[in-house]
């Protein structure tokens, strides 16, 4: 007994599997080819962007790390300026009071040296004036006092120089601008003595001339 085939159901599956295989070949062959690319695309875009992450945040790591050394350093040399600038400090301070010490070393040299002369001229001051007491003595008494004449005068003559000469330096000094306070006390100093040394001398010599005219009048009498 065979079976009779109903071509009313064979052909819509005929047609069913066809439509299949056609739709298999033509559509989903390639929407399953676009679809893997485009997963692969994807796969490799969050690949590069992981990538692109890791070298940003390795960049990122670096760029810190070179902040911190450069903050380090530049710290290191501000602490190195500072150091340097308070030892230069130093050093000019250790300079300064140098330069102060051998400027006090100086003056107090230059003082005892004008103090020393000062000295001298006046103890020659006084022996003129002693020779020229001695003197007038002598002429008074009638005595010869003509042997004590070159002495004196040398005498009073060389401190009387001396005096005028260290108001002349102590003069420009002042001048200059340069002048301390034994440079205003040797002037006033020097200028009393030599102002006295002046007056002795004209005293003596009025002596002196009063003493020859009485003698001239002795003799004529």
Do not use: H
Not at 113 to 130: C, D, F, R, S, V
Not at 140 to 147: L, S, T
Not at 178 to 192: E, H, I, R, S, V
């Amino acid at each position: 007994m065979f079976l009779k085939l109903d071509w009313g159901i064979i052909w819509p599956i005929v047609n069913i599997v066809v439509f299949y295989l056609l739709l298999r070949k033509f559509l989903f062959g390639p929407v399953s080819e676009v679809m893997e690319k485009r997963k692969k695309m994807i796969s490799s875009d969050l690949d590069d962007a992981a990538q692109t992450k890791a070298e940003a945040e390795e960049i990122k790591q670096e760029y810190e790390k070179n902040l911190a050394q450069a903050k380090d350093e530049a710290g290191q040399i501000v602490s190195d300026a500072r150091a340097r600038a308070k030892n230069e400090y130093q050093n000019k301070m250790d300079q300064t009071k140098e330069e102060i010490a051998l400027m006090r070393e100086n003056a107090r040299k230059d003082i005892e040296a004008e103090k020393q002369k000062t000295i001298a001229g006046l103890q020659t001051e006084i022996a003129g004036i002693a020779l020229m007491a001695v003197a007038a003595w002598l002429g008074e008494v009638g005595k010869n006092n003509k042997m004590f004449f070159f002495p004196m005068v040398f005498m009073l003559a060389a401190t009387l120089t001396s005096l005028v000469i260290t108001v002349i330096n102590k003069c420009k000094a002042i001048g200059a601008g340069t002048a301390a306070w034994g440079d205003w006390f040797q002037l006033f100093f020097a200028a009393a003595m030599a102002v006295l040394a002046i007056f002795l001398v004209v005293e003596g010599a009025q002596t002196f001339a009063k003493q020859m005219k009485e003698k001239k009048a002795k003799k004529a009498a």
